[in-house]
């Protein structure tokens, strides 16, 4: 069964940083790219960052490049969201998702989220 | 490529026939997907590659179009197809979202 288990979230303060974690099970890891997306409360969904399979390929929202940096870890089977100068903006669930190999980019499964939330 | 989805909300009596469209800002061939997704849960997929539906999911929901204009359409609504529909695009990346449907039944 796969199973995508994100953690790291929590209540931070402005100009902080976090790493959002998410690990992977039931699957060949090292076989799909990974995607974070974000919603925050009570809007829709915004794709985040993509990174490739092998973890050579990384993607970001244009609007987000700079203060967000995915990375993966094969070897733990887990993929990884630096988030620097944290604001309000930020305050969302963040989901890690895997990418159907088959090269459509479509997410074919999600984690349940972890909630950030950027307060002082 | 932004991704732009009409109506924004809608409502409809369980039986109906809806559609939702989704419009590309560029050609995207059919690298379109649609995901559905019930408050306080996260999103499920639909429909991938503009009209290929996601093992699983039932036969009422149908995806067409190609190039920038794209239709999900769900038949026979049922009470359990309440819900916010996206579509998102998978040609370049980013691979970005459309605003959201919120359909309610």
């Known amino acids: 069964e796969v199973q995508l288990v994100e953690s790291g979230g929590g209540l931070v303060k402005p100009g902080g940083s976090l790493r959002l974690s998410c690990a992977a099970s039931?699957?060949?890891?090292?076989?799909?790219?990974m995607n974070w997306v974000r919603q925050a409360p009570g809007k829709g969904l915004e794709w985040i960052s993509s990174v490739s399979d092998s973890g050579s390929y990384l993607h970001y929202a244009d609007s987000l490049k700079g203060r967000f940096r995915v990375s993966r870890d094969n070897a733990k089977n887990s993929v990884y969201l630096q988030i620097d100068s944290l604001n309000a903006d930020d305050t969302a669930v963040y989901y890690c998702?895997?990418?159907?190999?088959?090269?459509?980019?479509?997410?074919?499964?999600w984690g349940q989220g972890t909630l950030l939330t950027v307060s002082s | 490529i932004q991704m732009t989805q009409s109506p924004s909300s809608l409502s409809a009596l369980a039986g109906d026939r809806v559609s939702i469209t989704c419009r590309a800002s560029?050609?995207?061939?059919?690298?379109l997907n649609w995901y559905q997704q019930q408050p306080g849960k996260a999103p499920k997929l639909l429909i991938y590659?503009?009209?290929s539906l996601q093992s699983g999911v039932p036969s009422r929901f149908r995806g067409s179009g190609s190039g920038t204009d794209f239709t999900l359409t769900i038949s026979s609504l049922q009470p359990e197809d309440s819900a916010t529909y996206y579509c998102?695009?998978?040609?370049?990346?980013?691979?970005?979202f459309g605003q959201g449907t919120k359909l309610e039944i």
């Open positions: 560029q050609t995207i061939g059919t690298y």
């Open positions: 998702a895997r990418v159907h190999n088959s090269g459509w980019g479509h997410i074919d499964y």
């Open positions: 998102q695009q998978g040609y370049s990346n980013p691979h970005t």
């Open positions: 039931g699957f060949t890891f090292t076989s799909y790219a």
């Open positions: 590659a503009a009209s």
